[in-house]
């Protein structure tokens, strides 16, 4: 439309999309760490991005933040007319209840009437509760449905601001701080060369999983995650779509 052409838009788009190696980008307007309309933004390019590439029966496995709680916010029934269901990428990574990826699919499925599972994996248990976890019918029938999803919808952060923000533990924050980690995703912690410095272990959707998924959608804005997107995408599968705004654009033009 006029107003991105004015304001640069899509020549950012252009720039980014080669910068960065992606399949596709979306910039939206405005710098979700200022406003936080703009995360609404993210949402509404995020789902019209679903929409687009939604044919027939889809699984779609979803992290957990803030950003993908705002996506869930503007997703509408008219998203597909196939069936859809939505599952969490990965067992608990210490985020609180609204913004946990449970939360959030359930969320996703009532605004779009369609089907949601949950997986409920504790945090912090021992290797032998772990280990009988995994052998549960209901467990496994969700990790199966995972691992056949053929979209995904994940955040990215910062490294520190994640560290900070689940319960991590003393030992793994300084493995994190020794890595000089920048970006995180889906418990993956990233140094600037998009090396993984330290993984949060946890059950579902592993990062080798991602290559063999067919629609990949990132969704992370604001200027204070350039170098976390960044980082990232050094190591994303190249089919990745990225949705992002203004802010995290220009940062990440400013190199
Ligand atoms: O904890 C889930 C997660 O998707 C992380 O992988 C990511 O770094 C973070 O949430 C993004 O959160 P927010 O959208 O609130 O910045």
Redesign the pocket.
């Given at each position: 439309c006029m107003m991105r052409e004015i304001s640069g838009i899509n020549e950012m788009e252009h720039r980014l999309k080669s910068l960065l190696n992606l399949h596709e980008i979306v910039i939206v307007p405005g710098n979700s760490d200022e406003s936080p309309w703009v995360k609404e933004e993210l949402g509404r390019a995020t789902a019209s991005s679903m929409k687009r590439r939604l044919k027939g029966n889809t699984t779609i496995a979803v992290?957990?933040?803030?950003?993908?709680a705002s996506v869930a916010e503007m997703l509408t029934p008219d998203l597909t007319s196939s069936e859809t269901l939505f599952v969490p990428a990965r067992g608990g990574?210490g985020?609180d209840v609204k913004?946990q990826a449970n939360t959030i699919c359930s969320k996703m499925a009532e605004h779009t009437k369609s089907r949601h599972r949950v997986l409920y994996v504790p945090d912090q248990v021992s290797k032998e509760v772990y280990k009988s976890f995994l052998k549960e019918p209901m467990i496994k029938e969700v990790l199966t449905m995972i691992k056949s999803a053929n979209m995904v919808l994940?955040?990215?952060?910062d490294a520190i601001t994640?560290a900070e923000r689940r319960k991590t533990s003393e030992a793994d924050y300084q493995k994190i701080i020794d890595g000089q980690a920048v970006g995180?995703?889906?418990?993956y912690y990233f140094n600037e060369e998009g090396e993984v410095v330290h993984k949060v272990p946890t059950i579902g959707l592993q990062l080798e999983d991602l290559s063999h998924i067919e629609h990949v959608i990132a969704v992370?804005g604001g200027s204070s995650k350039a170098k976390a997107i960044r980082s990232y995408m050094k190591s994303a599968p190249s089919s990745t779509v990225l949705i992002t705004d203004e802010g995290a654009a220009k940062a990440l033009l400013k190199g």
């Open positions: 992290t957990g933040g803030s950003t993908m990574i985020e913004n994940h955040g990215i952060g994640m995180e995703s889906f418990g992370a």
